[in-house]
């Protein structure tokens, strides 16, 4: 049954005051419930605590995603990370991480503006949740930077795969208010556990590899040696 029910029966059975917050779907409305019983009948008191649920739930957003994209921050990402890399260890599995970032993503900024630029960032994302898959993590740590965790890779040749893939995710150009804005990137490639044990480790490894793949120019992927 529901909580109302089950907190019901205990403080009549147990002869206790019970407090508790249930979902009311029927009003879409959060409520905290307050009863106490006596010999024979209960009394309930309710209040409508709906709005302050709703900031809770925004603040546990916030911590935890970047608000422009919806996608992962970097605090989250390091969770997910440590979390993938646990899972990679029990099962023997490789795992590939990546890091990205736009190239040329100043200029934009700087000729259309930051509203703009904005826009490019949510196109890019949205491109990203299309062509990777759903187990896959894809996160903004900030600015133009995306990382993006793939599980039970089989080795460098899959990631490599991958990474080809998120490029052509961005072949063609985004179209945002009267402008068609080409977007390319740098991509860096480790595996865990073949390059670091440590996350830490892994991700600085990612970062060097993304770097030296936008020293060849950019629009290519590198994988760390």
């Known amino acids: 049954g529901s909580a109302f029910e089950t907190h019901y029966r205990a403080a009549m059975r147990e002869r206790r005051v019970a407090h508790f917050e249930e979902y ?16 024979d009948s209960l009394s309930v008191f309710f209040r409508d605590v709906t709005e302050r649920k709703r900031q809770q739930e925004e603040l546990s957003f916030l911590a935890q995603y970047d608000t422009l994209t919806r996608l992962p921050n ?9 979390q993938a890399m646990l899972r990679a260890r029990r099962s023997g599995e490789n795992l590939g991480l990546m890091f990205l970032d736009l190239n040329r993503f100043k200029e934009v900024n700087d000729t259309l503006g930051h509203a703009t630029g904005d826009k490019v960032l949510q ?38 795969a991958v990474a080809a893939k998120i490029q ?6 985004l179209h945002i208010d009267d402008h068609e804005i080409y977007v390319a990137a740098s991509i860096g490639i480790v595996l865990y556990p073949a390059e670091s044990d440590d996350l830490d480790g ?13 020293r060849e120019g950019g629009n290519a992927f590198q994988l760390y040696s």
Do not use: C, N
Request: no cysteine; net charge negative.
């Open 74 to 82: 970097r605090s989250l990402f390091r969770d997910r990370l440590h």
């Open 168 to 173: 052509d995710a961005l072949v063609e150009p």
């Open 24 to 39: 009311y779907a029927p009003l879409q409305t959060w409520l905290e419930v307050h009863a106490y019983p006596s010999e």
């Open 123 to 160: 196109g890019v994302a949205e491109r990203f949740r299309r062509h990777l898959r759903e187990a896959d993590t894809i996160a903004r740590p900030g600015g133009d930077e995306f990382t993006i965790i793939v599980e039970g890779i089989a080795g460098p040749e899959q990631a490599e």
């Open 202 to 214: 892994l991700v600085r490894k990612a970062d060097i590899a993304m770097y030296q793949a936008k």
